[in-house]
């Protein structure tokens, strides 16, 4: 059977993609620099390798901003609608993709990561889907 084609767009619709699966990962990430750079209590993401993925439009239409090295982390956005779009990631044969931008089903269930580093104010998915006390 042949691998579903997904496609994705920021808010402003400047900023286009496709992918194919397998993805290697989707993970909701806490850690506090995936805090910083959603504004959120946690970052979704989805990663697909380099030769999975295709930009529809919008890829000169991106920042594409990387924290100085060592560190690895950094942010791609719409220059437009200030959304979270992908960037290819600093070993170069991954691409990240917030998976809010994604509009089909990608059928792959995320995992959450980064536990021991979350907000006070967000202590576990589950609890908080569930609606169970803290
Ligand atoms: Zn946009
Ligand atoms: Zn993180």
Redesign the pocket.
Known sequence: MAEKILSGA??????TYELTGPFDFFGFCQCSLCRKVTGGAFATNLFVALERFTWAS?ED?RIDYKMPPPKKFGNAA??????R?PRVLSSGDRVLIPAGSIMEDPGIAPTLVCTEDHTEWFTGLEKAVSGEPR
């Open positions: 920021c808010l402003c619709g400047a900023v919008g239409n719409c220059k437009t609608c200030g959304s779009v």
